[in-house]
Every structure is written in C-alpha cells, then in structure tokens.
C-alpha cells in the first residue's frame, strides 16, 4: 500500500485548501481512510476519518465544522477540504489506509499504512 498525500502549502488564516491522497491499491474501496496530523514538537493527532464505502465520518472536535473528509473510489483518492484555518492548524497532514474495519476506534481509528505527509502552514 503506498499513499502520497499532496495540496499542502503556507496560507494566512481564515484561508482554504483542499489536501489530496492518491492510493496504491488494489481496491481502495475496501480501505477506511484518515487524515492525521503532527505539529512541531507534538504528537501525531487524529483529524478525520471516513469508512471504506464513505457512508460514515468521524473528526476530531479541533476541526469539526471546517474540515470535510470525502473520497472518490473511482480515483483511489481521499480528500481533506480545510476551510477557516488557524495558526493551530499548522502541522504536517498525514494520510492512512485500513483494512480492519475499526475507523470508528481510537486512537488510530484502525489505520494500519501511513504515507508521506504534506506540510501545511498557517500564518496569522
């Protein structure tokens, strides 16, 4: 499995962008999907997840109301809409993939493969 996510860049607040992850994989449509995300000197933390079939999203309180979680199975590709970002959003955005059906399951929400990440950077 081999996921590349892309779209990150610097932004002032309040600005939009649209962060993508291409999967390497069979059949994407099997795969539950998240977005992590580690700022400097913290621990990765969780964002957003999105089942296999895209029926069921989850986000963490931090973001819910300004970031949107969505996939597109005939693309093999998940998407991370951040809307209305802040400072605090500054961090780099990391993609998963699981088989497990555990999406809903903290603290890794059943991801099992992780891409390279994309920085986002947020100035005020």
């Known amino acids: 499995v081999q996921l590349q996510a892309s779209g990150g860049g610097l932004v002032q607040a309040g600005d939009s962008l649209r962060l993508s992850c291409a999967a390497s994989?069979?059949?994407?449509?099997?795969?539950?999907m998240g977005w992590f995300r580690q700022a400097p000197g913290k621990e990765r933390e969780f964002v957003a997840v999105?089942?296999?079939?895209?029926?069921?999203?989850l986000y963490a309180d931090s973001v819910k109301g300004r970031f949107t979680i969505s996939r597109d199975n005939s693309k093999n590709t998940v998407y991370l809409e951040t809307n209305n970002l802040k400072p605090e959003d500054t961090a780099v955005y990391y993609c998963?993939?699981?088989?497990?059906?555990?999406?809903?399951?903290?603290?890794?929400?059943?991801?099992?493969?992780w891409g390279k990440g994309t920085l986002v950077t947020v100035s005020s």
């Open positions: 999105i089942n296999w079939s895209g029926g069921s999203t």
């Open positions: 994989v069979r059949t994407f449509s099997n795969y539950d």
């Open positions: 998963a993939a699981g088989l497990g059906r555990s999406w809903y399951r903290p603290p890794d929400y059943g991801m099992e493969y």
